[in-house]
T-cell receptor, first 116, second 115 residues
Framework: GAVVSQHPSWVICKSGTSVKIECRSL??????MFWYRQFPKQSLMLMAT?????????EQGVEKDKFLINHASLTLSTLTVTSAHPEDSSFYIC????????????FGPGTRLTVL | EDKVVQSPLSLVVHEGDTVTLNCSYE??????LLWYKQEKKAPTFLFML????IEKKSGRLSSILDKKELFSILNITATQTGDSAVYLC???????????????FGKGTKLSVKP
């Protein structure tokens, strides 16, 4: 149980385009989902916290107009990187926290974004 | 500012060795400390620690938390090549005393186990 999927696994796009990444909790409901970014040889950095049915909470330094987060249901959150630039190339990982029971976060497999 | 510091950053050992990974933290509103193993993709959960002095054990891995000195250690005995990975320590905070908080990750310790 507690499986989180992400789609796509990897994506290559041109500079200036927008990319949408999906995060799904497959076998549980997640009131809260988190989006992280991990640059090479760096740790995970929290970008934003996404609560179902409300606006996401962004960490300091993360542009909310550039990284659009939608958490429309208890099993799906999306992250859209708008007008992507090469410096946005990174590994994006989501995690989901159950709506009930202990508050452990379950991580998705990540999405590798490369912006040319 | 909340921070989590892991040491060493990198470690190379031979199979059969025992290793100890360190994690110290300075956070407000501490809720729990978690250890993760990250290989090629997303982290996989190892342990969650909330109370001082109580060892959590899973096979050759064990971990303990000291909330007075603000650190945790992760021990791996009889290491195997399959233990090679980055081990991440994360502290969950509970801002405003709420029941749910965020994870603050350390930079990780890269462990390489040679045959």
């Amino acid at each position: 149980g507690a499986v989180v999927s992400q789609h796509p696994s990897w994506v290559i796009c041109k500079s200036g385009t927008s990319v949408k990444i999906e995060c799904r909790s497959l076998d549980f409901q997640a009131t809260t989902m988190f989006w992280y970014r991990q640059f090479p040889k760096q740790s995970l950095m929290l970008m934003a916290t996404s609560n179902e049915g409300s606006k996401a909470t962004y960490e300091q330094g993360v542009e909310k107009d550039k990284f659009l987060i939608n958490h429309a249901s208890l099993t799906l959150s999306t992250l859209t990187v708008t007008s992507a630039h090469p410096e946005d190339s990174s590994f994006y990982i989501c995690s989901a926290r159950r709506s009930t029971g202990y508050n452990e976060q379950f991580f998705g497999p990540g999405t590798r974004l490369t912006v040319l | 500012e909340d921070k989590v510091v892991q040491s060493p950053l990198s470690l190379v050992v031979h199979e059969g060795d025992t290793v100890t990974l360190n994690c110290s933290y300075e956070v407000t509103n501490f809720r729990s400390l978690l250890w993760y193993k990250q290989e090629k993709k997303a982290p996989t959960f190892l342990f969650m620690l909330t109370s001082s002095g109580i060892e959590k054990k899973s096979g050759r891995l064990s971990s303990i938390l000291d909330k007075k000195e603000l650190f945790s250690i992760l021990n791996i005995t009889a290491t195997q090549t399959g233990d090679s990975a980055v081990y991440l320590c994360a502290v969950e905070t509970a801002p405003y005393g709420g029941s749910q908080g965020n994870l603050i990750f350390g930079k990780g310790t890269k462990l390489s186990v040679k045959p």
